[in-house]
């Protein structure tokens, strides 16, 4: 059995919880008091993860910490061979994994102007939301292009989402809770409604669903042909 | 309409940026805007604020032909931005005035063009000369390239798209580039490869510390040409806003936050107009002899514009027909929401409704069987939905005659969502009975032919004595039958809020007509209203446009707010609370009880 060791507001979290949904891996949460109780540096999760960060998965005693490393290890583990992580693609690979790392410089500036923000951490916000709105600005215009590709879309070719995609995904969705606006990205934002529409999608306080798609629900008020 | 107001168009976005149930976030002169195109393909453009609480409509959703505030759930409806659904008082229609603050958008140039001074609707005069766009030449094509958000104001911006051909490889050694210019746009053009292109840049100002660079390419339509734009146009856009940040003229990052620089909308003229003004065109796809006496009309919009405004509505809704004769009648829609018409060649989304021919028409269905052939235009509302399926376990359909149009919608509804219905449709006898297959389609029907009075009353006694607890009632025919329902629903005590109709017609008695007078509030003018003309006549006769509609009392219309002084209600729009309260009147048919009215007018 999986167990998560999980923050409700946290977006690095949000993401293993969102792929475990989307995969449908049943998992137990284990709820860790980031604030104001700072559970994840006591000794216990110290234990789990001398980083102190969250979230952290045991998988029947196989123990990982970053979420970025999470959402990879259950591709592989649960879904080998599909779309979410394509290994024996070198080039789709390389693409996979170097969208993971934007993630992790979307969190040292989204989320971090957010912490800031929502729990008053003692972090340069302004200096954090230049830097996530050039952040953002790369990941617009790289998906401008990709939307006028036949196969587009996503962050990496294929024409299917990746693991990189649901791990950029939280980040930008709770970045006007940092202060960020997404105004100028247009290219970003429609991007996250094909992430809300992913079949299995969930959702967190902060980050709403999309309606559905068109090839989902042709009328949206359940019309018959006659 | 003055000029200054008509010209004040900008693009917005590039066509494209607008995508299939997505809502774009533009901002134009410090006014946010919700841009959303629906399931036919029409652009709306909208201040980004729910009438309600002021959220944010972007944060919201687009669900085909409505978008969905994400904070309490209204919706708006595509077009002239109606709310049609207040989801915490779903049975009730919400009043006209719950609107979203619409503006004139148009399509051109693969641009979204919008004007904040005019509502939606309003017909769009091309791009004035500064743009230094045009339409396409004959064989050319337009595309809209990437548009680049520049932290400074429009003239800085300006200066800095005069700039572009340096950063483009090949337009850079380029003798032959052409450059115009204008204060808000920049035309280049060149030949390449043998062919001759042209960039054209507009400028969107965002707000006054940030503007938008819109590019549009135009090149010969048989070059695939497009091929490797996309991506050189973004490169060359990066390098120029790269040198003009590195020359301190360009802000990197914002300068200002949409929530410092919010402006609400300018005002827009506010033109009172009369119900027909305000009518589309639809195309009449076909006309079917459905029972004795009973056509029904597949209708569809006719202009590109209009074309999905008959595609979303309420089941239960009616939409006006200005008919041959050129009186504005109210027929129930027939068919579900989304229905392509079976005579459409088109595949548009229409509506069905249906006409009975009444023996004392006052010109209205006689003009509609007599003169309405497949092919014709007539003019048409948009759906109005008044009569709405309440939040209820169940419903039980209770027809007469021509009133089972409605309920057909309604109960196809009850099917399609798997809900507990029964249909009960009394008529005088088999010929009589319209819309067979669609009553097929349904799973509980129960035809009542050819009954007394008293049997029919019985029939009713018996059905309500034995119908699910679970179940509300809905009824529509005529007046005496919604009588003997009501009584019979009471009489068994079911609770006058578990009874919902509508009447097609309204008989009033002007036997204890009195003159009044009424004052008008916004001008202080005093009217006497004698007998023998309605509320409704005196106000047109006086300058004073009140919309009319049915003109008599069943379609509320022409609804007027009364400040003092007790109406003496006649009309069956109103409900019995509505009434009591007295804050409002059908000024069709309408009068008052004290000797003085005061209108909000």
């Given at each position: 059995m999986i167990t998560l060791y999980d923050y409700e507001l946290s977006g690095n979290c949000y993401k293993v919880r969102l792929f475990l949904e989307i995969l449908k891996i049943p998992y137990v949460k284990h709820p860790v008091?980031?604030?104001?109780?700072?559970?994840?540096?006591?000794d216990a999760l110290l234990a789990l993860n001398p980083l102190g960060q969250l979230p952290i998965l045991d998988d029947a005693g196989f123990v990982m910490r970053d979420a970025q490393a999470i959402l990879s290890y259950l591709a592989q583990r649960y879904?080998?061979?599909?779309?979410?992580?394509?290994?024996?693609d070198a080039r789709r690979l390389g693409e996979t994994n170097m969208w993971l790392a934007f993630a992790n410089e979307l969190t040292a500036t989204s989320s971090a102007a957010r912490l800031q923000q929502l729990?008053?951490?003692?972090?340069d916000a302004d200096k954090a939301r230049r830097g996530a709105y050039r952040l953002f600005r790369i990941l617009d215009e790289h998906l401008w292009l990709s939307e006028r590709?036949?196969?587009?879309?996503?962050?990496?070719?294929?024409g299917q989402p990746t693991i990189a995609d649901l791990a950029c995904f939280p980040y930008v969705m709770l970045a006007p809770e940092g202060?960020?606006?997404?105004?100028?990205f247009p290219a970003l934002r429609r991007w996250t409604d094909r992430v809300k529409r992913i079949a299995g999608f969930t959702v967190m306080a902060g980050i709403f669903p999309a309606s559905p798609s068109r090839q989902q629900?042709?009328?949206?008020?359940g019309a018959i042909t006659m | 309409m003055s000029e200054a107001l008509n010209s004040a168009w900008f693009p917005v976005?590039?066509?494209?940026?607008?995508?299939?149930?997505h809502i774009f976030a533009g901002e134009l002169h410090n006014v946010e805007l919700a841009l959303w195109r629906d399931d036919d393909g029409c652009v709306n453009a909208w201040d980004?604020?729910?009438?309600?609480?002021?959220?944010?409509?972007?944060?919201?959703?687009?669900t085909g032909h409505r978008v969905r505030c994400q904070y309490h759930g209204w919706q708006y409806r595509s077009g002239?931005?109606?709310?049609?659904?207040?989801?915490?008082?779903?049975q009730t229609p919400p009043p006209t005035s719950v609107c979203a603050h619409t503006f004139a958008a148009v399509e051109r140039n693969d641009l979204v063009w919008v004007n904040l001074n005019l509502p939606a609707g309003h017909p769009a005069c091309p791009p004035?000369?500064?743009?230094l766009i045009a339409e396409p030449g004959a064989g050319r094509t337009q595309r809209a390239l990437q548009s680049f958000v520049l932290h400074a104001g429009a003239a800085t911006a300006l200066a800095g798209v005069q700039r572009y051909a340096a950063f483009d490889a090949r337009l850079s050694?380029?003798?032959?580039v052409a450059l115009r210019s204008s204060p808000r746009a920049v035309h280049l053009s060149w030949n390449e490869d043998g062919q001759a292109l042209q960039l054209f840049f507009l400028l969107q100002p965002a707000r006054t510390d940030k503007t938008l660079v819109h590019a549009v390419l135009e090149a010969?339509?048989?070059?695939?040409?497009?091929?490797p734009w996309p991506a050189r146009h973004q490169a060359a856009m990066k390098r120029l806003r790269h040198r003009l940040i590195d020359e301190g003229?360009?802000?990197?990052?914002?300068?200002?936050?949409a929530d410092d620089a919010y402006v609400p909308p300018p005002p827009q003229p506010k033109v009172r107009q009369r119900?027909?003004?305000r009518l589309l065109k639809a195309r009449v796809t076909r006309v079917t002899e459905?029972?004795?006496?009973i056509r029904s009309f597949e209708l569809e919009p006719e202009d590109q514009g209009d074309i999905?405004?008959?595609?979303d509505f309420i089941p239960g809704a009616h939409i006006d027909v200005l008919t041959p004769a050129g009186l504005l009648r109210q027929y129930s829609i027939v068919s579900a929401p989304g229905e392509i018409n079976a005579g459409s060649a088109r595949g548009v989304r229409g509506v069905t409704i249906a006409v009975k021919r009444e023996?004392?028409?006052?010109?209205g269905s006689a003009s509609m069987h007599g003169q309405i052939r497949e092919g014709a235009i007539v003019e048409v509302s948009r759906?109005?939905?008044?009569?709405r399926l309440a939040n209820s376990g169940g419903a039980l359909f209770l027809a007469a005659g021509i009133g089972v149009t409605p309920l057909l919608s309604m109960a196809g509804q009850m099917a399609a969502t798997g809900r507990l219905h029964a249909l009960h449709y009394f008529s005088r006898g088999a010929a009589h009975v319209a819309f067979r297959e669609r009553l097929d389609a349904l799973q509980d029907v129960h035809l009542h032919l050819g009954l007394s009075p008293e049997a029919t009353l019985a029939q009713i006694q018996s059905i309500l004595a034995t119908m699910d607890p679970q179940m509300d009632i809905y009824v529509c025919g005529p007046r005496p039958f919604l009588d003997a329902i009501v009584g019979a629903a009471q009489a068994l005590g079911l609770?006058?809020?578990r009874v919902h109709f509508e009447l097609f017609s309204n008989t009033i008695s002007h036997q204890n007509d009195k003159p009044f007078k009424v004052r008008l509030?916004?001008?202080g003018v005093e009217l006497n209203v004698p007998v023998g003309q309605s509320l409704s006549d005196v106000l047109s006769e006086h300058g004073i446009a009140v919309e009319t509609s049915?003109?008599?009392?069943?379609?509320?219309?022409c609804m007027v707010t009364v400040l003092e002084g007790t109406p003496e209600h006649r009309d069956v729009y109103l409900s019995e609370d509505e009434k009591r309260a007295g804050?409002?009147?059908?000024?069709c048919v309408s009068r008052s009880a004290s000797e003085m009215l005061v209108l909000d007018l």
């Open positions: 008091e980031f604030y104001p109780g700072f559970e994840h540096k006591s879904a080998p061979g599909s779309h979410w992580y394509p290994v024996l729990f008053e951490f003692e972090l590709q036949p196969d587009g879309g996503w962050l990496c070719t294929g202060g960020i606006s997404l105004l100028d629900a042709p009328t949206e008020h | 976005a590039g066509a494209h940026d607008l995508a299939e149930r980004n604020r729910c009438c309600h609480r002021g959220a944010r409509l972007t944060l919201g959703a687009n002239d931005g109606q709310c049609i659904v207040l989801p915490a008082a779903s004035q000369g500064d743009w050694g380029d003798p032959s010969p339509a048989d070059a695939v040409a497009l091929g003229r360009v802000s990197d990052v914002p300068l200002s936050t119900g027909s003004e459905v029972a004795q006496d999905g405004a008959l595609a023996p004392d028409s006052r010109g759906p109005k939905n008044h009569f609770g006058a809020d509030a916004r001008s049915c003109e008599q009392g069943v379609c509320g219309t804050h409002c009147m059908q000024a």
